[in-house]
């Protein structure tokens, strides 16, 4: 469904991404583990379109779409969520999620309809509010809901295009054990065969959660299988944990 | 997203019956400052409608209902059009030259953008000055206003004249709302409030707002044509950035993004400047003292001055109303 093949990318001297090759099947429930600055940001990036990569290619659904701009890949099916809240402080659940599901629809460029009240849009709007838990807080203005609430909408927005393939950056970036959890059974309840790629510092999420786990270390892919295997990684602990053991 | 309120239905009623109180009671001279508010309250719904909406504030607009009137006049004295084709012909126009101008512009953000869009405008300016053919600095003498006489008004009339204004106003305000509620202007109010987010989304983002930009134009046109049969006489000053300037003046001296808001800045600032100007030829400090005193305020203009200190109060009322009919009608039902 989404398939990276040697991608390549620095920033001046600092080798951010190095010779990435990964393929995620449809429906497959990938998490990306690794240290701060491994480059797992970066990877995201440059698979939505926001960073082009140096070398290497993008394929979405078999197409290469490594020259696409960010908004022709996320209308072929590739959505994101950011790891900052990125929403539409000033407008309400309802709005964000609406914005969203009105490109889906495709009534964001017209001028003879009101995309917010479209059949369409609305039932989108509902449909995602009921997966990500939104509904008490639908009428309520960004500004005025919780950071945690924040976080399930910055999830609920990249839903509401009905991607084929849902890139998150650290869904549970800042909140505290008991939303994450409630992150998981959220996860759990999102349809089979959407692709997810979820990028985690929670190791116990990251178990919980995904079918395969990827690691990565200074840019580079250095653990690629079942989360079975990497629980009894050493190479997973040392990455973690080895700069504690030498200080 | 754009909504009215109750608050601005009243403030609407009251712009509106004000105008036509003075169309009916007013000199000549006051019939001449009625549609000069009206023209320009034409064009600062246009500038609002970029730039609160959008977050683009342009220095083109000015430029652009300048072009319009220019390409009116020329096309019906020189083009030797019928004045409706000639007119329809010229905010075609506008409406094209403000899609490229957003087009082009719309990579870009803040002072990059105004400074973008005032070098359009200055190359219009320009443009007009120095060609023969449009008459130069001297400018060009209009055909004329519109016959009406179809359906027995004569627009020679100041009065009708001033009605006709009003009625197109009322026109362009509705064109704006329905602009702000469609598909598209829900987009324009998402790329203002998070541009990166709508173009993650799937949007293009620069074709929303050359769109947007392109119907501002138009209405800038429609302001530029009217101005033409207002004096009709038309030079390259209507073109000059200052007339920018001052309609972004008047927009957020009334209220950026409340769409009424402009329009009661488009009636302070003509009149400040018609009182003072009888006392001062300094006129323009005078509204330049009450434009920072207007901002240092905090609030967003006057109109979004007597929002924020009415607008809960107004809602609560009427709220407080319906309430009480729901619990009558309970009532009645039992």
Known sequence: MLETRNLDKSFGAVHVTRNVSLKLERGERRVILGPNGAGKTTLFNQRVGEIAPDTGQILL?????????????ARRGLSRSYQKNTLFDGLTVEENLALAASVHAGLSMTLWRDALQSAQVREIVEEVANQVNLMPYIHAKVSEISYGVRRQLEVGVALATKPLVLLMDEPTSGVGPEMAKGFHDLLAGLPRDLTLLIIEHDMDL????????????????????????????KLLRDIYLGAWEDA | MFRHTPLRYAALVLLMSGAVITAFTAGYFGME?????????????????????????????????????????????????????AASAA????????????????????????????????????????????????????????????????????????????????????????????????SLTGVMHNEKRMRALGLTVWRVKADVFGLSGAMAGIAGVLAAQHIMFISPKMLH??????????????GLGTLVGPLVGAVAFVVLKHELGHVTTYWHLFVGVVLIAV??????????????RFGPRTDRMIQTIQTRNDVKEAAKDA
Request: hydrophobic share 55%.
């Open chain 2, 91 to 186: 905010v075609a126009i506008t409406a094209g030259t403000g899609w490229v101008i957003g087009a082009i512009c719309a990579r870009s953000h803040g002072i990059y953008f105004i400074k973008a869009t005032l070098a359009f405008g200055q190359m219009g300016y320009s443009y007009f000055f120095e060609q023969p053919f449009f008459g130069g600095d001297d400018g060009l003498v209009g055909p004329g206003r519109f016959d009406l006489g179809f359906i027995g008004i004569d627009l020679n009339d100041s009065r009708s004249f001033a009605l006709f204004c009003l009625a197109i106003l009322g026109l362009a305000y509705l064109a704006a709302v329905a602009i702000l509620r469609s598909g598209l202007g829900r």
């Open chain 1, 61 to 73: 659904a078999g197409e290469d779409v490594t020259a696409l701009p960010v908004a022709k890949r």
């Open chain 1, 206 to 233: 990251a178990f919980a959660v995904a079918d395969t786990i990827t690691v990565l270390n200074y840019g580079e892919v250095v653990f690629d299988g079942l989360p079975e295997q990497a629980r009894g990684s």
């Open chain 2, 33 to 85: 400052i009625l549609t000069e508010i009206l023209i320009l309250a034409i064009l600062v719904l246009a500038l609002d409608l970029v730039a609160g909406f959008g977050g683009m504030v342009s220095l083109a607009h000015g430029a652009l209902m300048g072009l319009g009137a220019y390409a009116f006049v020329a096309l019906a004295t020189k083009g030797g059009l019928d004045p409706w084709v």
């Open chain 2, 295 to 308: 901002v240092m305020s905090r609030a967003n203009g006057i109109f979004g001055f007597i929002e924020a």
């Open chain 2, 241 to 254: 950035w200052t007339v920018s300037g001052e309609a972004l003046v008047v927009v957020i001296l009334g």
